[in-house]
């Protein structure tokens, strides 16, 4: 699928039978060429989306909603418009349609044969309709996001049986920062598949961006370049934005991946300057800008490769020397700022963490469990410099004590009853290069943590087996929800390697400690129900505030998941009726005992109104009025009861 060559299209039979392994033993069939698929597949079983019938839950933006989606989006829809149009006039008369929806999937406009246009109604392939992976599993415009790449999803491909009769292929549209603005895709009958769609759709979506760049930076200095002199003013020329002090601010997609070996990455962007890229002065460039000329010109590379460039000077000159102050913008939420909702503990971890950012200095995270201690170590090795290397998660508690010393150090051919024929290189030197998480790491059994020493001090690894040591590179994160200074002092914890891995150690907030609920609370809503606009109701919001929250941030994420699961697809308010039921006993327990801030609002008699307000609305059917309050018929009962008593 993404990226792949098209010619590798799953046959039927591959998909009959990988579909019937992943559904029902969660098995992956290998399928070379077919890896953006299964990984797909698997984050739809994740989501708990029924593969046939009818899928509820699906949301539907309001008239409203979609309103506010395309004012959003305005720049973007005029200049994908008529880029569609011409896509349009290319794909007429084959029974499709072209669409373009935003980074959350939601169709923002839609442009297509009336016959076609009759059949994708009927599954929702319309403005407002919200195509995100969440709610629709594997389908082009949703698995592009979620692969940051351009896919088919053809017929069987499709995770939801109903949409089978889709042939779709989605590109998705980047700013000049990298930031995904949403997708472009072209969605027909099956039968009418046809293998240049997708490098005509990627062809559109890469004009889009250009429109898009030179809307952006029309005012400034911008450098075309290429490796044949032919090739600048065509799609796929490098685009670079330079802002007069010289800082790269702005490189389309082709200026990344072929610049990003001489350190231009979509995070730096605002952040380097442009002659670590070019090998080109500032005076050079000065001139050049003051003699502008439309003939491309031969210039030289950071690393010696020779390009062609055409330098457009914009309105304002590039100073003469590069000035060393901060970069003029700073256009780029890195993942670690992606985590800041206003908590005090929570900023000053992020700080202390962009301390060591990139520096050999081993992280250890020490909080209760779910308080995000993976999510952060994710988003420390996506902020830093080794973010393009591999990410390596271990959870030591979830492994066997006879296989960790395996999975970790790797094995030779041979080395133990049951080994891999070839033996495996372990997981620390799949990590060469990038960053080992060791989740858990106070369950780790004292043996392995003498060997785990052994290799952080000599920086190589040795297989079980034997074998010629290895030399390793990687970043080191452990996490614990145990305090290991305790495991320390009790015996259980090896106090060599508690001062090895702890060059600093972050302890990260108890969701009841944190001050940033309601800004939280709402950014987890809109990433679990984008453009839905949900909100929690303010009596709810209070009995939030005033919750011990045991579970953490896994508990309130999944608590929310399930609600808005559970929600109309027009209701916007979430409210106790949409709550799980453990936890709006919890919640309406809590209330009594808590002086929460406004004291009126009876939460039990509040709940108690609702249930009342429901039954009456059910004609007193228990059984739909159970459906409509997200509770059991068992526990309406018990209310019920309680409400008389
Ligand atoms: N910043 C966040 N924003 C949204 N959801 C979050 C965030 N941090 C954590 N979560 C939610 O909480 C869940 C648990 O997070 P994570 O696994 O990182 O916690 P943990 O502290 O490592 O837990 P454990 O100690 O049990 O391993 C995540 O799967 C996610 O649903």
Same mark, same amino acid.
């Given at each position: 699928?993404?990226?792949?060559?098209?010619?590798?299209?799953a046959?039927? $039979?591959?998909l009959?039978?990988?579909r019937r392994?992943?559904?029902?033993?969660?098995?992956?069939?290998?399928?070379?060429?077919?890896?953006?698929?299964?990984?797909s597949?698997?984050?739809?079983?994740?989501?708990?989306?029924?593969?046939?019938?009818r899928?509820?839950?699906?949301p539907h933006?309001?008239?409203?909603?979609?309103?506010?989606a395309q004012?959003?989006?305005?720049?973007?829809?005029s200049?994908?418009?008529?880029?569609?149009?011409?896509l349009f006039?290319?794909?007429?008369d084959s029974?499709?349609?072209? %669409?373009l929806?935003?980074?959350?999937?939601?169709?923002?406009?839609?442009?297509g044969?009336?016959h076609?246009?009759n059949?994708?109604?009927?599954?929702?392939?319309?403005?407002g309709?919200?195509?995100?992976?969440?709610?629709?599993?594997?389908?082009?415009?949703?698995t592009?996001?979620?692969?940051?790449?351009?896919?088919?999803?053809?017929?069987?491909?499709?995770?939801?049986?109903? #949409?089978?009769?889709l042939?779709?292929?989605? $590109?998705?549209i980047?700013?000049?920062?990298? @930031?995904l603005?949403?997708?472009?895709?072209?969605s027909?009958?099956?039968?009418?598949?046809h293998?240049?769609?997708l490098?005509?759709?990627?062809?559109a979506?890469?004009?889009?961006?250009?429109?898009?760049?030179?809307?952006?930076?029309?005012?400034?200095?911008?450098l075309?370049?290429?490796?044949? $002199?032919?090739?600048?003013?065509?799609?796929?020329e490098m685009l670079?934005?330079?802002?007069?002090?010289?800082?790269?601010?702005?490189?389309?997609?082709?200026?990344?991946?072929?610049?990003?070996?001489l350190?231009?990455?979509?995070?730096?962007i605002?952040?380097?300057?442009?002659?670590r890229?070019?090998a080109?002065?500032?005076?050079?460039?000065?001139?050049?800008?003051?003699?502008?000329s439309?003939?491309?010109?031969?210039?030289?590379?950071?690393?010696g490769?020779?390009?062609? $460039?055409?330098?457009?000077?914009?309105r304002?000159?590039?100073g003469r020397?590069?000035?060393?102050?901060?970069?003029?913008?700073?256009?780029? @939420?890195?993942?670690?700022a992606?985590?800041?909702?206003?908590?005090?503990?929570?900023?000053?971890?992020i700080?202390?963490?962009?301390?060591?950012?990139g520096?050999?200095?081993?992280?250890?995270?020490?909080?209760?469990?779910?308080?995000? !201690?993976?999510?952060?170590?994710?988003?420390?090795?996506?902020s830093g410099?080794?973010?393009?290397?591999?990410?390596?998660?271990? #959870?030591?508690a979830?492994?066997?004590?006879?296989?960790i010393?395996?999975?970790l150090?790797g094995?030779?051919?041979?080395?133990?009853?049951?080994?891999?024929?070839d033996?495996?290189?372990?997981? %620390?030197?799949?990590a060469?290069?990038?960053?080992?998480?060791l989740?858990e790491?106070?369950?780790?059994?004292l043996?392995?943590q003498?060997?785990?020493l052994?290799?952080?001090?000599e920086r190589?690894?040795?297989?079980?087996g034997?074998? !010629?040591?290895v030399?390793?590179?990687f970043?080191?994160i452990?996490?614990?929800?145990?305090?290991?200074?305790?495991?320390?002092q009790?015996?259980?914890?090896?106090?060599?390697?508690?001062?090895?891995?702890?060059g600093?150690?972050?302890q990260?907030?108890?969701?009841?400690e944190?001050q940033?609920?309601?800004?939280?609370?709402e950014?987890?809503?809109?990433?679990?129900?984008p453009g839905?606009?949900?909100?929690?109701?303010?009596?709810?919001?209070?009995?939030?505030?005033g919750h011990?929250?045991?579970? #953490?941030?896994?508990?309130?994420? #999944?608590?929310?998941?399930?609600?808005c699961?559970l929600?109309?697809?027009?209701?916007?308010e979430?409210g106790?009726?949409?709550?799980p039921?453990?936890?709006a006993?919890d919640?309406?327990?809590?209330?009594?005992?808590?002086?929460v801030a406004?004291?009126?609002?009876?939460?039990?008699?509040?709940?108690?109104?609702?249930?009342?307000?429901?039954?009456?609305?059910?004609?007193g059917?228990?059984?739909?009025?159970?459906r409509?309050?997200? %509770?059991?018929r068992n526990t309406?009962?018990?209310?019920?009861?309680?409400?008389?008593a």
């Open positions: 699928m993404a990226a792949s060559p098209v010619a590798a299209r046959t039927p $039979a591959w009959r039978e990988a392994a992943l559904l029902e033993s969660g098995a992956v069939i290998d399928g070379p060429g077919h890896q953006g698929l299964l990984r597949w698997q984050r739809s079983l994740g989501y708990g989306l029924p593969s046939t019938g899928v509820a839950d699906a933006a309001s008239a409203a909603q979609l309103q506010r004012a959003a989006q305005r720049e973007l829809m200049h994908a418009r008529p880029v569609m149009e011409f006039e290319q794909t007429r029974d499709s349609m072209v %669409i929806a935003d980074s959350q999937g939601m169709l923002l406009q839609a442009l044969d009336a076609f246009v059949r994708a109604e009927r599954v929702a392939l319309r403005p309709a919200i195509w995100h992976e969440q709610w629709r599993g594997t389908n082009a415009i949703g592009a996001l979620a692969e940051q790449a351009a896919v088919v999803v053809h017929g069987g491909e499709h995770y939801l049986a109903r #949409n089978g009769f042939t779709c292929t989605a $590109a998705p980047v700013d000049s920062t990298g @930031r603005l949403g997708v472009l895709d072209v027909g009958d099956h039968r009418g598949y293998p240049h769609t490098g005509l759709v990627r062809s979506a890469r004009m889009i961006e250009h429109r898009l760049f030179d809307t952006r930076h029309g005012g400034g200095l911008r075309r370049l290429h490796s044949q $002199a032919e090739g600048i003013g065509t799609l796929t670079l934005a330079v802002s007069p002090e010289g800082w790269i601010v702005g490189a389309n997609a082709q200026a990344l991946t072929q610049l990003g070996s350190g231009l990455h979509q995070a730096d605002g952040q380097i300057m442009v002659d890229v070019l080109l002065d500032a005076d050079t460039l000065h001139g050049w800008c003051l003699r502008p439309s003939a491309p010109r031969s210039l030289k590379l950071g690393d490769r020779a390009v062609w $460039a055409r330098i457009e000077p914009g304002q000159m590039p020397a590069p000035l060393s102050a901060k970069p003029a913008t700073v256009v780029h @939420r890195d993942a670690l992606e985590l800041d909702s206003g908590d005090p503990l929570m900023q000053a971890a700080t202390r963490a962009r301390c060591v950012l520096k050999p200095i081993a992280l250890l995270l020490q909080g209760e469990t779910g308080v995000g !201690k993976e999510v952060f170590a994710r988003a420390v090795h996506a410099p080794r973010r393009d290397a591999p990410w390596v998660a271990v #959870n030591c979830a492994l066997p004590e006879s296989l010393e395996a999975e150090f094995y030779r051919a041979g080395a133990f009853t049951g080994a891999h024929r033996g495996a290189p372990g997981r %620390i030197r799949e060469q290069g990038g960053t080992l998480f989740d790491i106070g369950d780790m059994p043996a392995v003498g060997r785990l052994r290799v952080l001090q190589q690894v040795t297989p079980l034997g074998g !010629k040591p030399a390793v590179d970043a080191l452990c996490a614990s929800h145990r305090r290991l200074r305790d495991e320390m009790a015996g259980r914890f090896r106090e060599d390697l508690y001062y090895r891995i702890n600093l150690i972050l990260l907030p108890a969701l009841r944190r940033d609920l309601p800004a939280l609370t950014s987890m809503l809109a990433r679990i129900a839905r606009g949900i909100a929690l109701a303010p009596d709810l919001a209070r009995a939030f505030a011990r929250w045991p579970g #953490n941030l896994r508990q309130l994420h #999944n608590a929310l998941q399930t609600a699961a929600m109309a697809d027009d209701e916007t979430l106790w009726g949409h709550l039921d453990d936890l006993e919640l309406s327990a809590d209330a009594p005992s808590k002086a406004d004291t009126d609002a009876d939460l039990r008699l509040q709940s108690d109104q609702l249930i009342t307000r429901t039954v009456q609305a059910c004609a059917n228990l059984s739909e009025a159970a409509r309050l997200g %509770i059991s309406l009962y018990r209310k019920l009861k309680t409400a008389a």
